[in-house]
């Protein structure tokens, strides 16, 4: 419970009609969620204007309402309070209704079109392992200290945002990471949290069915660099040719990290193998268990934040080299007779082009080099032909299937990726609507010593089809093929 007045600032008002002396019990963005005595923010979305609900919410018991415009209905007891930007308001007032839990951690977010998952996961794990107690929020699962809590979004609304921060200061957290998305931070999921640091791994194609042109999708990014303040730290990739836009008009200490030019932090392999990689950043060496260039730019990152936090330089580099990989992402599948299976979530085609070129790296002989993957429904439409074409240019052998369809029809979304295929590669591909059948299919293909990557999905445990989650598991699926095929 807060009293209204105190939760207030800095949410940018500009008329307050009622009283502010007020308790509200909760903070609530969607009508169909009013409880008694909450506070209803009205926000204008991408389907609907929030502001139509007001009405619903103040007759199913709302103590207050901010909005940008006042209703035409009764407003009865409760206080109306006008602000200039709804979003933004509610990100503010979310983080004042919690007292602001980012003030009390170092709060470390990652954005950039791949990695942040990767990257925010095993800055945590390393805190963990150095006996830091650490929190998560990122795709696949938020964490407080070793608690689980299943997440829902890449970055959460700003709720709970606030609330799962504020559980990680009283559980006793130092640190926090988080990825931001490119949504997350054009919506103002983020308005009103205070990072220590910011990260950028990169930027490629992806979403531009939601930032409709590439120069807006690196605007979002870039916010996240222009929030922080001066006493935090702005990391950013070097070799990727956005980079150093992120740091244009931050306050922030600005930093570089790469594997190509010098900057602050550079990486370089040294050797990679299958089960891990030697790397030197600036002049230490150690060995990952990590594998791929993109892996080396990750692990980069971690160890540049680790620093940047004030870490032991031997602690973490000890800590970094016992890491794994992270749930999805480049994870191995062995048979018992021998075939290798990758499950990777690569769901755009830099990332698909980046894993399939590791495969390529860590080839020793004439194995053959299997590729099961689809394109999500709904979803940015021209990564289609580009992903069948990479899929079909660098494996032996595409089977192109379906990654949870959506509201589109399955073999629409097959038709768009096949007019990425040239000619030359027809004979290299198979479509396979059902994804299972897919997978078997390659496992069937495949002997001893060859490598099957099934993409797109990593820790997905569904196949989302119209609406409804049906129960779906690469690796299960991979594991049943083996056995019931005896490979
Ligand atoms: C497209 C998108 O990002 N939508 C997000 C957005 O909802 P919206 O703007 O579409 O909402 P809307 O339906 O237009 O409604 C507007 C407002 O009216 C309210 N409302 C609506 C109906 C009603 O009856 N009553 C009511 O009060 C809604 O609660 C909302 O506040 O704000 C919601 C609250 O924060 C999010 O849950 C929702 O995420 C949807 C479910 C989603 O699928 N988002 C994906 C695309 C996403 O955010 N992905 C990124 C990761 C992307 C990546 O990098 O891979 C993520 O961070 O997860
Ligand atoms: N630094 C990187 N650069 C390019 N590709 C990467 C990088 N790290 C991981 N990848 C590839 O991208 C895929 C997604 O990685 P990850 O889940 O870490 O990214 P993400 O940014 O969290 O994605 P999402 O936006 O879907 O949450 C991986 O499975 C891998 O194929
Ligand atoms: N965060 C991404 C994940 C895509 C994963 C892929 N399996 C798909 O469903 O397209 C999105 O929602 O666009
Ligand atoms: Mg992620």
Same mark, same amino acid.
């Given at each position: 419970?807060?009293?209204?007045?105190?939760?207030?600032?800095?949410?940018?008002?500009?008329?307050?009609?009622?009283?502010?002396?007020?308790?509200?019990?909760?903070?609530?963005?969607?009508?169909?969620? !009013?409880?008694?005595?909450?506070?209803?923010?009205?926000?204008?979305?991408?389907?609907?204007?929030?502001?139509?609900?007001?009405?619903? =919410?103040?007759?199913?018991?709302?103590?207050?309402?901010?909005?940008?415009?006042?209703?035409?209905?009764?407003?009865?007891?409760?206080?109306?309070?006008?602000?200039?930007?709804?979003?933004?308001?509610?990100?503010?007032? *979310? =983080?004042?209704?919690?007292?602001?839990?980012?003030?009390?951690?170092?709060?470390?977010?990652?954005? +950039?079109?791949?990695?942040?998952?990767?990257?925010?996961?095993?800055?945590?794990?390393?805190?963990?392992?150095?006996?830091?107690?650490?929190?998560?929020?990122?795709? !696949?699962?938020?964490?407080?200290?070793?608690?689980?809590?299943? *997440?829902?979004?890449?970055?959460?609304?700003? !709720?709970?945002?606030?609330?799962?921060?504020?559980?990680?200061?009283?559980?006793?957290?130092?640190?926090?990471?988080?990825?931001?998305?490119?949504?997350?931070?054009?919506?103002? #999921?983020?308005?009103?949290?205070?990072?220590?640091?910011?990260?950028?791994?990169?930027?490629?194609?992806?979403?531009?069915?939601?930032?409709?042109?590439?120069?807006? /999708?690196?605007?979002?990014?870039?916010?996240?660099?222009?929030?922080?303040?001066?006493?935090?730290?702005?990391?950013?990739?070097?070799?990727?040719?956005?980079?150093?836009?992120?740091?244009?008009?931050?306050?922030?200490?600005?930093?570089?990290?790469?594997?190509?030019?010098?900057? &602050?932090?550079?990486?370089?392999?040294?050797?990679?193998?299958?089960?891990?990689?030697?790397? #030197?950043?600036?002049?230490?060496?150690?060995?990952?268990?990590?594998?791929?260039?993109?892996?080396? /730019?990750?692990?980069?990152?971690?160890?540049?934040?680790?620093?940047?936090? +004030?870490?032991?330089?031997?602690?973490?580099?000890?800590?970094?080299?016992?890491?794994?990989?992270?749930?999805?992402?480049?994870?191995?599948? #062995?048979?018992?007779?021998?075939? @290798?299976?990758?499950?990777?979530? =690569?769901?755009?085609?830099?990332?698909?082009?980046?894993?399939?070129?590791?495969?390529?790296?860590?080839?020793?002989?004439?194995?053959?080099?299997?590729?099961?993957?689809?394109?999500?429904?709904?979803?940015?439409?021209?990564?289609?032909?580009?992903?069948?074409?990479?899929?079909?240019?660098? =494996?032996?052998?595409?089977?192109?299937?379906?990654?949870?369809?959506?509201?589109?029809?399955?073999?629409?979304?097959?038709?768009?990726?096949?007019?990425? !295929?040239?000619?030359?590669?027809?004979?290299?591909?198979?479509?396979?609507?059902? #994804?299972?059948?897919? @997978?078997?299919?390659?496992?069937?293909? *495949?002997?001893?010593?060859?490598?099957?990557?099934?993409?797109?999905?990593?820790?997905?445990?569904?196949?989302?089809?119209?609406?409804?989650?049906?129960?779906? &598991? &690469?690796?299960?699926?991979?594991?049943?093929?083996?056995?019931?095929?005896?490979?």
């Amino acid at each position: 419970m807060r009293i209204l007045k105190d939760i207030l600032y800095k949410t940018g008002i500009d008329e307050i009609q009622g009283s502010t002396n007020v308790a509200v019990q909760s903070i609530v963005f969607d009508s169909r969620k !009013v409880k008694k005595d909450c506070l209803f923010v009205a926000v204008r979305g991408t389907q609907v204007d929030g502001h139509q609900f007001i009405p619903q =919410a103040i007759s199913s018991g709302a103590r207050a309402v901010i909005c940008e415009e006042a209703p035409k209905c009764d407003l009865g007891t409760t206080t109306l309070v006008i602000v200039k930007d709804s979003a933004q308001a509610l990100g503010q007032v *979310a =983080a004042n209704y919690y007292n602001d839990p980012s003030t009390e951690l170092k709060l470390v977010g990652v954005t +950039g079109t791949n990695g942040k998952t990767t990257t925010a996961t095993l800055m945590y794990e390393l805190c963990m392992a150095l006996d830091k107690k650490a929190g998560l929020l990122s795709t !696949v699962r938020n964490k407080i200290g070793k608690e689980e809590i299943p *997440a829902t979004h890449t970055t959460p609304d700003p !709720v709970t945002i606030n609330k799962l921060l504020r559980q990680m200061v009283d559980a006793g957290c130092k640190y926090a990471f988080m990825e931001v998305s490119s949504h997350g931070l054009h919506q103002g #999921r983020v308005d009103g949290i205070q990072f220590a640091g910011g990260v950028f791994t990169n930027i490629t194609h992806d979403h531009l069915d939601y930032h409709k042109t590439f120069d807006d /999708y690196i605007l979002a990014k870039k916010k996240l660099f222009d929030m922080l303040p001066a006493s935090a730290f702005a990391l950013v990739n070097v070799d990727d040719r956005h980079g150093n836009t992120m740091l244009h008009h931050t306050k922030a200490r600005k930093l570089g990290f790469g594997l190509r030019k010098p900057t &602050d932090y550079k990486g370089r392999i040294m050797e990679q193998q299958l089960n891990g990689t030697l790397l #030197r950043i600036n002049d230490k060496e150690f060995w990952t268990k990590l594998i791929g260039d993109f892996n080396a /730019y990750n692990i980069t990152a971690v160890y540049a934040v680790a620093r940047e936090l +004030g870490f032991d330089e031997l602690h973490t580099l000890t800590a970094l080299s016992t890491l794994g990989a992270v749930e999805g992402r480049f994870q191995y599948v #062995r048979s018992p007779k021998g075939l @290798i299976a990758i499950v990777d979530y =690569a769901h755009t085609p830099d990332a698909l082009k980046n894993v399939l070129e590791t495969i390529e790296n860590l080839r020793t002989g004439n194995e053959t080099v299997y590729c099961v993957v689809g394109c999500g429904g709904d979803r940015d439409k021209s990564k289609r032909p580009e992903m069948a074409h990479i899929a079909t240019s660098m =494996a032996d052998k595409a089977i192109l299937t379906s990654d949870n369809p959506r509201t589109e029809d399955p073999e629409t979304i097959l038709r768009d990726m096949e007019t990425g !295929v040239e000619p030359q590669n027809y004979g290299k591909r198979l479509t396979i609507t059902d #994804r299972k059948e897919a @997978i078997r299919t390659a496992c069937s293909l *495949a002997n001893a010593g060859d490598i099957i990557l099934v993409a797109g999905k990593g820790h997905e445990k569904y196949q989302d089809v119209n609406g409804t989650k049906h129960p779906f &598991d &690469d690796i299960a699926e991979l594991n049943n093929a083996f056995t019931e095929l005896q490979k």
